[in-house]
């Protein structure tokens, strides 16, 4: 016997390891490339938001679920889309859950703090400060600050800043 396992062993295990992998990559993949169409204005927003919902369904069966607060940005899209759509419910939902993702369950702490801190960094330059922030708060940033894009709809815009209204009003949402 030349080693500890066989050729044939070997190759099996290999074959089982390639086959677990790309079980784990196919999925990943296919959600990160649908997402990056999903939040690209130069597509319609009919073919943005198909690419949202694969990827959002992508994401929910694989063990990419667990970055929640990654899935975020996606779902703020979708809410934007819908709301440009007219459907106001579902843009308020996807907007309530990114922002609850992007803030990892508090959405109230988080907002209040973040304001805290923003008042309180210099407001010019970069400070410290301000550098800290923005890596505490990133994922909450990100929707901030794309709800405040141009592109984005005054009916979106209105729904954005009531979910928002909301999460600061009622600390339990």
Known sequence: MSGLFSAKFKRRAF????TIFMCIWIPGMAASLTAK???????D??????????SLTVVQVTVFATE???VAGILMERGILRAN??????????MQRALKLASYGTPHAQQRE????LE??????KSPALAETTRTYHWLLK????AQRPDVSETATRIWNEVLDDALTRPDA
């Open 15 to 18: 074959a089982v390891y390639a």
């Open 45 to 54: 927003d009919a073919k943005r938001l198909r690419f949202c919902n694969f």
């Open 114 to 117: 973040l304001s805290r801190q």
């Open 120 to 125: 309180a960094a210099p407001g010019h330059g």
């Open 37 to 43: 169409t999903c939040v690209n204005p130069k597509y």
């Open 68 to 70: 929640g607060h990654k």
């Open 85 to 94: 759509k007219g459907d106001v419910e579902a843009a308020r939902q996807d």
């Open 143 to 146: 929707l901030l600050l794309r």
